[in-house]
């Protein structure tokens, strides 16, 4: 599934340029939307979200 999900649509490239553009495929797309079983199933994005929003709260609370 990887390997097609990526090739679909990407011109020939060379060998170096290939394996450059698969590392950053999966970095940036594949790896952001997949569901991490570490972090509870959710994506890496929706994870941030989640810590960003209570760490906010926590602070909020702490101050008043």
């Known amino acids: ?28 797309a594949y790896n952001r939307r997949r569901h991490h079983s ?3 199933y959710n994506t890496p994005a929706s994870w941030e979200r989640h810590i960003t929003t209570n760490v906010e709260t926590l602070i909020k609370d702490q101050a008043a």
């Open 38 to 40: 570490s972090i509870g």
């Open 1 to 28: 599934p990887l390997k097609t999900e990526f090739y679909t649509g990407v011109p020939e490239l060379p060998g170096t340029q290939v394996r450059r553009e698969v590392a950053r495929w999966i970095e940036v």
